[in-house]
Structure formats: C-alpha cells, structure tokens
Nanobody, 126 residues
C-alpha cells in the first residue's frame, strides 16, 4: 500500500488538529490502520489503531479522552482527531498498515506494521 499522512501543523496548547491517513491499494478494508508518533530523542510509540472490517479500536491511555480514531471507507482514509493538545504531543505522526488485529487492550506494536507513510509533523507550542 501507499500511505500518505497529512494535517499536521503548529498549534497552541489546548488546540486541535485532525490528521488524515489515505491508503491507496486494494484490500484496504481487510487491514488494520495504526497511528504512531515519534518525539525528538524518543522511540516511536503507538497512539491508536483501527480495524477496518471489524471496527476494533484502541487508543492508548496517554492520549485517551483527547484523541479519537475514525475511518471513512469510501475515501480509504483513517483520521486521528486530536483535541486539547499538549506540548508533550509534539512529534512526527505516522500512519501504517497491518495484517494483525487491532487489540482493544494492547497498544499498537510498530513491528507488526508493514507499509508506512512519511509522517506529518505536529508541534504544540505557545
């Protein structure tokens, strides 16, 4: 698959952004889509995932209540709505595809994701 993220930018603390992940290629509906982020000097971490066919969802605890993940199958797009952004949310956000199930109780594991986008930068600063 070809994966393209967009929607990043610079916002003040408390602001919102909506990231988009467009996946090109047949069979999109059979895959899990995950969002990850990598802050400067830190390892990449899972943020959320969404199973396309079964609708399974996982949003990691550190962003729960502020971030939501949704999909638009007609547009082959998965969104990450980010509200009440904090400086610690500053990172490059990546989208990726996986054949593995999106577990509602386990954080997304980047090792199980195959096709990655180039990332979109999110900066939260006053």
């Amino acid at each position: 698959f070809q994966v393209v993220e967009s929607g990043g930018g610079t916002v003040q603390p408390g602001g919102s952004l909506r990231l988009s992940c467009v996946v090109s290629g047949s069979g999109f509906e059979d895959y899990t889509i995950g969002w990850f982020r990598q802050a400067p000097g830190k390892e990449r971490e899972g943020v959320a995932c969404r199973g396309i066919t079964d609708g399974s969802i996982r949003v990691v605890d550190s962003v729960g209540g502020r971030f939501t993940i949704s999909r638009d199958n007609a547009k082959n797009t998965v969104y990450l709505q980010m509200n009440d952004l904090k400086p610690e949310d500053t990172a490059i956000y990546y989208c990726a595809t996986s054949e593995y199930y999106c577990s509602p109780i386990h954080d997304p594991n980047s090792k199980r994701y195959e096709d990655w986008g180039q990332g979109t930068r999110v900066t939260v600063s006053s």
